[in-house]
């Protein structure tokens, strides 16, 4: 299945730009927040050809899932509404790259041919086989699917049935959160610090909200095994829950692994500090998918989108025949939402090291909501309509000064 996209505007590129003859075909496999980016800003050349493949029909707002479990929000956005004149949607799920032939096999059976794949299949899920039941009973939340038989196993659930939350990080966070002000009775149970990556003031101030509005929080606490109807932590004691949700933890699909190029450890395809495959020179990656040297940023959707245009940056510069350019990355910020009226906002160096300084209570969720929530579709959208419009650099920091990450979880910042 595919659709032909376009928009209002109707130029498939800047105006002013010179026509060419030979056409090449950038395929980006992943229609999340870093590919969606690279697909309209590859419109800044008019002889490249854009397909953007994607398992879904819509755009789906990961970072408000927490929000689409507990009822407050929808996250389905058409790709109508994202996509610039020229790129092609085709629904359907990428199973292999052929770099070989330079084709990307599909689930359909189809195949499309390429000149370049940028590789933006971003991160889903991880929830441990080595924890007995946990694959059976517990709810993981990172896909939309995923969010969907949640939010449906809610519903048949008492109000006052117990939830149990597993994973400190920032989702764990944010779906107790959601879950707590819809009136649910939530335990969060933290692996070991509760926002682990904040500093301890800010870190004070996320636990004072959650416990003066009813989450039980259990820090240092490990799941020893997951049943239909709690946890057992590793000391024995038995938490009662009607539904388990696992936050603790994600992984990558396996797509890199399956066609001959190399990953790290969690399957991250590895490349240099163009994002170039350290295989093949016709494979460019951005988001939570890319390990750049070995050195995984912070998965988030703070890095995914400049990483998406550096990415289609640096396809445009192999096609014009110049030097694609290395990363240029530093973090300023991470936020966490409180249920819809509070959030702590968190400042860090250019190693995305936290600084005591950050802003919390209502302040702190306004941003969330308006800046850190709605801002990723509003950036989308200027690079329909105008591609190039978004900076491919994250603050004014040098590469080698960031640490690689390993998150507990996706940093919803």
């Known amino acids: 299945m595919h659709h032909f996209m376009s928009d209002s505007g109707g130029a498939a590129c800047p105006e002013g730009m010179t026509d060419f003859n030979a056409i090449t075909k950038v395929v980006v496999i992943g229609g999340g927040y870093a590919g969606a980016v690279a697909a309209n800003r590859l419109r800044r050349r008019r002889d490249v050809e854009v397909t953007l493949v994607n398992p879904r029909a819509e755009f789906v707002e990961r970072m408000r899932l927490h929000q689409f479990v507990a009822g407050t929000h929808d996250v389905g956005v058409g790709y109508d509404t994202l996509l610039g004149a020229g790129v092609r949607l085709v629904v359907d799920r990428a199973v292999r790259i052929d770099t070989a032939a330079r084709r990307v096999e599909l689930g359909s059976g189809r195949a499309l041919g390429y000149d370049y794949v940028v590789y933006a299949v971003g991160s889903t899920a991880a929830v441990p086989a080595s924890v007995p039941g946990a694959v059976e009973f517990a709810y993981p939340i990172a896909e939309y699917e995923h969010a969907q038989r949640l939010r449906a196993a809610l519903a048949e659930v008492p109000a006052d049935a117990p939830i149990v939350v597993v994973g400190g990080g920032l989702t764990g966070i944010e779906t107790a959160s959601e879950l707590v002000e819809q009136g649910r009775a939530v335990t969060l149970v933290a692996g070991g610090r509760l926002a682990a990556n904040f500093s301890d003031p800010a870190r004070r101030s996320v ?144 190693d995305d090291t936290p600084v005591r300084m950050y802003i919390g209570g209502r302040v702190a969720g306004l941003i969330k909501e308006r800046v850190g929530l709605a801002g990723p579709i509003g950036t989308i959208r200027k690079e329909a309509r105008k591609p190039g419009s978004l900076p491919s650099f994250l603050g004014l920091g040098r590469r080698r000064e960031l640490r690689g990450a390993e998150p507990e979880g996706i940093v919803q910042s």
């Open 207 to 350: 636990a004072k909200w959650l416990a003066g509005n009813g989450v039980d929080v259990r820090e240092d606490a490990r799941v020893r095994e997951v049943r239909r109807d709690g946890v057992v932590l590793a000391d024995g004691e038995v938490l009662p829950g009607a539904i388990t949700i696992w936050t603790a933890g994600f992984g990558v699909p396996e797509l890199a692994a399956r066609s001959g190029l190399r990953t790290d450890e969690m399957g991250r395809l590895l490349t240099d500090e163009t994002l170039t495959s350290i295989d093949d020179d016709r494979v460019v990656a951005a988001g939570d998918a890319v390990a750049p040297s070995g050195r995984p940023l912070r998965m988030s959707c703070y890095a995914a989108q400049p990483l998406g245009a550096r990415a289609a940056d640096n396809v445009l510069a192999r096609i014009a025949g110049t030097e694609p350019e290395v990363l240029d990355v530093a973090f300023t910020a991470c936020t966490v939402g409180l249920g819809g009226r509070a959030g702590a906002m968190q400042f860090s160096r250019r």
